[in-house]
């Protein structure tokens, strides 16, 4: 089992910044793809951002250019970093970890944490 735990949400106006960590313990083994998918109110839950082992990342549309996913691998975290934050990116955030296919693919997910921007 693999345990996720989230740091860092909280409410600031729109135009600031925030970053989130999310440290996972547990059997990491196979561990790759880590990242961060937001829920709004009534909305579906949606990638944000993912990172690999290896360092390849990908993000969402609506947030290139203002947030930064990074991984520190010798501490099995990953960090998101949000700039320039809208109304918008108010959601319920939640740290995931993919198992690798090669060792039974299966999602593992943290509690959430929420973030709250306003205008």
């Known amino acids: 089992q693999v345990q996720l735990v989230e740091s860092g949400g909280g409410l600031v106006q ?4 925030l ?3 999310c440290a996972a313990t547990g059997n990491l083994f196979g561990i790759d793809v880590m990242g961060w998918y937001r829920q709004a109110p009534g909305k ?3 990638l944000v951002a993912g990172i690999s082992s290896g360092g390849s990342t990908n993000y969402a549309d609506s947030v290139k250019g203002r947030f930064t996913i990074s991984r520190d691998n010798a501490k099995n975290t990953v960090y998101l970093q949000m ?5 918008e ?5 939640y740290c ?9 693919f299966r ?7 929420q973030v709250t921007v306003s205008s």
């Open 83 to 87: 700039n320039s934050l809208k109304p």
């Open 19 to 21: 970053r989130l960590s």
């Open 96 to 104: 995931y970890a993919e198992r690798s296919r090669v060792y039974g």
């Open 89 to 93: 990116d108010t959601a319920v955030y």
């Open 44 to 46: 579906e839950r949606d």
């Open 107 to 113: 999602q593992f997910w943290g509690q959430g944490t």
């Open 14 to 17: 729109a135009g600031g910044s």
